[in-house]
């Protein structure tokens, strides 16, 4: 797990529990900064890399993802005002979904009216939507009168395996997103002749799914955009976008994952199987747990340990701040800061081979699948403190106040050793 060997570290986040309380979230930015240049490196300028905000949506966190070169790429209006709270331009700002409402569709529609904020392009789901926002933006004016058109990728489902548990494979033929081959070209078609230039199709979206353990179902989806991009393209000039979604994964160190590095060393020889003139020549990626899944950690509390055919650890984090566990069995590694009242600082990683013995931990919340699993932990008792590691993505933006619980503060740990409160506990 990213600098668990460092005692500054476990330092840094038993300073944070002072602070703050438990629980907390706390991101190490230069781990964030690690996880950002990884990206880069394997997508480098002209990529279009833009950081999906329903990984992380605290503002702080998306402001500093996207200073490192990164846009955002948001699925509803309260995320998109995240990302302007952040310093986001629209310019840099992508929204897509599988459930856009009217108002989100007016919203974007109005910003390209505006002239000078439109969004870089909205992916469109269905037949429904395109015809909405059509006629949205036939209404105001959009394509005529020096008014810019508003520019839509068209999402495809790839009809793929992709190599994750099920849940997490939106690249499925079956899942509710995106539209078929058949589907897809079609809407192409549709809003070349019915939308009067109001708006204009540029490309195509597609999203093969989250925690893909292995490049397979990714090269054949984005070799069946290509195709679609490659036949579109023939006709329609103005259509040279592929958007390739996101799905690095970020597994537990143990378990074998691709970087991305991996799944960009696919991309020459799909693109090369493409003729030249119908390759698209603007390509986009949008990680989100990639960039910051390994940055955080959620700090908690030890509130009782008993035998319960086993050692039994109950602490104050649980599916409102990390509902991943509960939701689909995700893994997160658990350490502990003390144990017995003693801070734990070895090189090895908090303490490992310290007398650990198996402890099968649980959150405190009223619903019998609030467990975060069986780890390997020293002796503990109330008020030890215990971090929970890969709690950077899909935490604090899936955690909830269910049972009348306040939200957790983030903090972010600077580079240099400083703690920064990003945003306050709630009431």
């Not at 009168?145 to 068209?154: E, F, K, N, S, Y």
């Not at 003729?275 to 020549?281: A, K, L, V």
């Not at 008792?381 to 983030?410: K, M």
């Amino acid at each position: 797990m990213p600098s668990a060997s460092s005692p500054a570290i476990a330092a840094a986040l038993r300073e944070a529990a002072r602070r703050h309380g438990t629980p907390t979230y706390v991101t190490d930015l230069a781990e964030l900064d690690r996880a950002a240049a990884a990206v880069r490196d394997a997508f480098p300028y002209p990529w279009v890399r833009q950081y999906s905000l329903k990984a992380n949506d605290v503002p702080a966190i998306v402001a500093e993802v996207t200073s490192r070169g990164f846009g955002a790429n948001v699925v509803s209006r309260g995320e998109w005002a995240i990302a302007r709270r952040a310093g986001v331009p629209n310019g840099r700002i992508t929204l897509e979904g599988v459930g856009k409402t009217d108002a989100e569709l007016r919203d974007a529609v109005r910003a390209t009216a505006i002239g000078k904020t439109p969004l870089a392009w909205v992916a469109l789901e269905s037949s429904d939507e395109a015809e909405v926002v059509t006629r949205m933006a036939r209404r105001a004016g959009l394509g005529r009168r020096g008014r810019p058109a508003l520019d839509v990728l068209v999402r495809l489902n790839p009809d793929v395996v992709p190599e994750t548990i099920a849940g997490l494979d939106v690249g499925d033929g079956a899942s509710k997103f995106g539209m078929t081959e058949t589907e897809a070209t079609g809407l192409v078609e549709w809003l070349t002749s019915h939308a009067g230039g109001s708006v204009r199709p540029r490309g195509i979206h597609l999203h093969v799914g989250s925690q893909l353990r292995a490049v397979d179902a990714w090269r054949d989806a984005v070799r069946r955009g290509l195709a679609v991009v490659g036949l579109l393209r023939g006709s329609l000039d103005s259509f040279d976008t592929l958007d390739v979604g996101g799905g690095f994964p970020v597994l537990p160190l143990d378990e074998p994952a691709p970087g991305p590095e991996r799944f960009a060393r696919e991309l020459p020889e799909l693109l090369e199987a493409v003729p030249e003139d119908r390759r698209p020549t603007r390509l986009s990626i949008e990680p989100g747990r990639a960039l910051v899944a390994r940055s955080g950690w959620l700090v908690a509390s030890v509130l009782h340990v008993r035998e319960r055919g086993g050692r039994q650890v109950v602490i104050d984090a649980g599916m409102t701040e990390l509902i991943r566990p509960a939701l689909y069995g995700a893994r997160h590694p658990i350490v502990a800061l003390t144990s017995l009242g003693q801070a734990i600082d070895h090189p090895d990683g908090f303490g490992l081979g310290l007398g650990l013995d198996p402890a099968r931990v649980e959150g405190p919340i009223c619903e019998s699948t609030d467990a975060l699993g069986v780890h390997d932990l020293p002796p503990l008792r109330r008020g030890d403190l215990v971090a929970i590691s890969d709690a950077g993505a899909y935490a604090a933006s899936l955690a909830s106040t269910y049972n009348g619980r306040p939200r957790a503060p983030q903090v972010l740990l600077e580079p240099d050793g400083r703690l920064r409160l990003a945003r306050r506990a709630g009431s």
